[in-house]
């Protein structure tokens, strides 16, 4: 059921809401994704287990959930060590706690060919994050990436701030010899102007 503060329209227009758990955000958000670009079954089918995973982590309550799912790929943890709700973490939870998604807007889109762009970012404002030094051995050989794109709504950092809408994009390297996936950066399209946003940390 959609908070007091979100409309009917809005609830409607993003039926999956936070609320309903990490577990059942990301099966469903996964079990949505279509492809866009020529992808063969096996491909989608580990890509929506890759992005589940993901997005389960993105909405834990605690940093250290994320730091584990993070560790199960072989990448650094963020922080610094120290409690649970550090302060980096809990500046994100304020934007994506309580986000709300499309689930018939999630694509699967492959960016990166061998190391070549295959997909441009668009014309829109774009906020990119990445973290190769935290992920040495897949930031020196060129992968192939695809990235998980859905429309949300999200919430600015300041305190009171309205909700707003853009376009979250996720995005996993792949290794087609072991089937594995990594996540290498996130991107949240078409953020309005002025507003102050934590981008989801890789």
Known sequence: MASPEISEQIAAKYPLGAEAGASAVADELSGSI???????????????????????AYLSEHRTEF???????????????????????????????????DPSSAVMIQRTRGGTVLVQAGSGPVRLT????????????PRDS????????????????????????????????TDHWVLVRTRLYDVPDGVMVVDPPV
């Not at 990445?130 to 050989?141: D, F, H, M």
């Not at 305190?159 to 995005?171: D, H």
């Open 146 to 177: 695809y990235e998980l794109r859905v429309k949300g709504l999200f919430r600015a950092y300041a305190a009171g701030s309205p909700q707003f809408e853009a376009t979250l994009g996720i995005e996993f390297a792949h290794d087609p010899r």
């Open 34 to 56: 279509r492809m866009v670009d020529g992808v063969d079954g096996a491909t989608l089918n580990s890509f929506r287990a890759a992005a589940r995973d993901a997005v389960a």
């Open 130 to 141: 990445e973290r190769p030094e935290a992920r040495p051995e897949w930031a020196r050989s």
């Open 67 to 101: 730091n584990t799912y993070l560790e199960s790929m072989g990448v650094l943890p963020i922080g610094e060590g120290g409690s649970d709700d550090s302060e980096q973490w809990l500046a994100f939870r304020r934007c994506f706690g309580d986000a709300r998604f």
